[in-house]
């Protein structure tokens, strides 16, 4: 499964707020937190394939800012 990241952010304010709004379009959106640089991510959406969320990041990334696709590792 695959997902799209957006952020940073530094406030978990403003991510959840990115999050919430993201989980009303796209009924997946969850936060995540980098120790390595204190920053906050939005990870959007879980597609089957790379191309559905290759699609998914693009439409992200006109909406919300830079957005690249990542690999979910398990489903927590």
């Known amino acids: 499964m695959f997902a799209v990241q957006i952020g940073p952010?530094?406030?978990r304010s403003e991510a959840e707020d990115l999050r919430a709004q993201m989980e009303r379009k796209y009924g997946t959106a969850k936060?995540?937190?980098?120790?390595?640089d204190q920053t906050w991510r939005v990870l959007v959406g879980l597609q089957p394939t790379l191309?559905?969320?290759n699609a998914?990041?693009?439409q992200l990334d006109k909406e919300a800012g830079p957005a690249f696709?990542?690999?979910?590792d398990s489903l927590e």
């Not at 936060?31 to 390595?36: S, T």
């Not at 696709?69 to 979910?72: D, E, M, N, P």
């Open 9 to 11: 952010f530094s406030q």
């Open 69 to 72: 696709v990542v690999l979910i």
């Open 56 to 58: 998914l990041a693009m």
């Open 51 to 53: 191309e559905s969320a």
């Open 31 to 36: 936060l995540v937190f980098r120790d390595r």
